[in-house]
């Protein structure tokens, strides 16, 4: 079991930056990636960013909307990434969710989901 935390979100203006970050806890060793997706109303969940983790070089890999604006980062020794987001618009808001990718006994992958943190970005 994994057990995912996140911090950070909030209200902010068009333009500006907040930063989200989310650490993991619990069978650590078995995680091979972490990242984010996002939910706005209406719509389906999609990816923003996510990062490999342990002794690798960190592929990152941004859904097209947010390059070039969000930077994804990781600490190994600390189970913990997060998530730069610069000049924010309202397109960007919606429940940022952090997700933590495992491999498991039997070469089983599974999700496991943090609760969720809201993004509002004012125009």
């Known amino acids: 079991q994994v057990q995912v935390v996140e911090s950070g979100g909030g209200l902010v203006q068009s333009g500006g930056s907040l930063t989200l970050s989310c650490a993991a806890s619990g069978n650590v060793f078995t995680i091979y990636a972490m990242g984010w997706y996002r939910q706005a109303p209406g719509k389906q969940r999609e990816l923003v960013a996510t990062i490999e983790i342990g002794l690798n070089r960190g592929t990152r890999n941004y859904a097209d909307s947010v390059k070039g604006r969000f930077t994804i980062s990781r600490d190994n020794a600390k189970n913990t990434v997060w998530l730069q987001m610069n000049s924010l618009t309202p397109d960007d808001t919606a429940v940022y969710y952090c997700?933590?990718?495992?491999?498991?006994?039997?070469?089983?992958?599974?999700?496991?989901w943090g609760q969720g943190t809201q993004v509002t970005v004012s125009s």
């Open positions: 997700d933590v990718a495992t491999l498991e006994i039997m070469n089983t992958k599974r999700d496991y």
